[in-house]
Structure formats: structure tokens, C-alpha cells
């Protein structure tokens, strides 16, 4: 199985500031990366997925890049809402089957 | 408005076993993989299993092969999983989701607890 690793685990910033966070996989999986953010108790929500591809309905103010083994997320702008945690998954279409990364939680 | 709609939460004794439900409701759901995933108190997003409708069976992960069960009922659009041998480990919010380019369709989460 993909190992999916992320970094930083956890992240302070302030609002405003632009943030990145990393994930690295164990192999290469070409462009099939999601990226969602999640807040406690609640079901996460799906960002980007084929690495870079804006899900309907999300910020511009986050973006992702990467292929392969190497991706990013970035928030160019924090706003408050944006206070939460973050996976990536190497995913594929229309299967269950996935790995997950470890999180990101981000915090003020 | 699609949505994946779960069953209320449990709560159940080491040994036991239970069983969460995700009904499909609002649009078509035939041909899309769906995933359980779940989530232990203060940790990450853990993969369980799924059903793939291009094989018509499902996929578990490897951690619970033999202590898991994913079935379905088309007639309803719902898919089941059943856990079996419930540990206090095993104390988590349960997810469905559906796969298509990522997951992008959630259930709202099953929370259960497994005490004596």
C-alpha cells in the first residue's frame, strides 16, 4: 500500500498569513491526490482533488500543486474559518480503496 | 440535494458487535464506490473498507479483514458495515463517503462506543 506522510503535523500561523503544507507518498501516484479539511466532529470536505483541481464551491484562496510523489497545499490568505485540520489521500477514482495522511492540524 | 444519511449512535460491550447503516438519498448512487472510513477520538482518518460496484464485492482493509463486514441493499441504496469482536480501541466516529474524484459526498457520522 501508498503511505501517504504529511508535514507539518501541526501549524500556527495568524490570519492573513499564507501557509503550506506537504504531503509526500511512499511511490508515485501520478495526480490522484485529494486534499480535505476537517473540523471536529464533522464529516471532512473535499478541497482539491487530481491534485490541483478546486472542488465547486471552494475558496480561491486555497490552491494545490504536485505530481508523483511530492504535492502541496497552500492558503494564500487565512481567513478564520479556515482554522482547522487537514489531510491529503492518494485515492482511486471510483474505488474505496485510499491512504490517508496523518493531518495537519492548523491553529492559531 | 444528495446526501449520504447514517444511522444514530451506539453504544455496545467489549466482544459485541454492531452495525452502522449509510442510506443514499436525493440522486443515483449506482456505480459509485462507497468507503467506510473512520475516525478514533483525537486521531486521523483510517480507511476501513468499501464496496466496489465494478467487481460487485467488497474490499477491506487489511487491518480488519476477518472483523469486518461491508454489504449492501440496492433496493434501499444503503450499504452496511459490521464490526465484530468490538474492542475500547475500536471507539471511533464512523464515516461513509462516496469515491468518485476523491471522496466528495460524506455521511454525517456514526459515533461508536465500545464500553463495559
Known amino acids: 500500500d501508498v503511505q501517504m506522510t504529511q508535514s507539518p503535523s501541526t501549524l500556527s500561523a495568524s490570519v492573513g498569513d499564507r501557509v503550506t503544507i506537504t504531503c509526500r507518498a511512499s511511490?508515485?501516484?501520478?495526480?490522484?491526490l485529494a486534499w480535505y479539511q476537517q473540523k471536529p466532529g464533522k464529516a471532512p470536505k473535499l478541497l482539491i482533488y487530481k491534485a490541483s483541481t478546486l472542488e465547486i464551491g471552494v475558496p480561491s484562496r486555497f490552491s494545490a500543486s504536485g505530481s508523483g510523489t511530492e504535492f502541496t497545499l497552500t492558503i494564500s490568505s487565512l481567513q478564520p474559518d479556515d482554522f482547522a485540520s487537514y489531510y491529503c489521500?492518494?485515492?482511486?477514482?471510483?474505488?474505496?480503496?485510499?491512504?490517508f495522511g496523518q493531518g495537519t492540524k492548523l491553529e492559531i | 440535494q444528495v446526501q449520504l444519511v447514517q444511522s444514530g449512535a451506539e453504544v455496545k460491550r467489549p466482544g459485541s458487535s454492531v452495525k452502522v447503516s449509510c442510506r443514499g438519498s436525493g440522486g443515483s448512487f449506482s456505480g459509485y464506490a462507497i468507503a467506510w472510513v473512520r475516525q478514533a477520538p483525537g486521531q486521523g482518518l483510517e480507511l476501513m473498507g468499501g464496496f466496489i460496484p465494478a467487481l460487485e464485492r467488497p474490499a477491506y482493509a487489511q487491518k480488519f479483514q476477518g472483523r469486518v463486514t461491508i454489504s449492501t441493499d440496492d433496493s434501499t441504496s444503503t450499504i452496511f458495515l459490521e464490526l465484530n469482536s468490538l474492542r475500547s480501541e475500536d471507539t471511533a466516529l464512523y464515516f461513509c463517503a462516496r469515491s468518485a474524484n476523491g471522496f466528495g459526498l460524506w455521511g454525517q457520522g456514526t459515533m461508536v462506543t465500545v464500553s463495559s
Open positions: 511511490q508515485s501516484i501520478s495526480s490522484w
Open positions: 489521500q492518494h485515492y482511486n477514482s471510483y474505488s474505496p480503496r485510499c491512504s
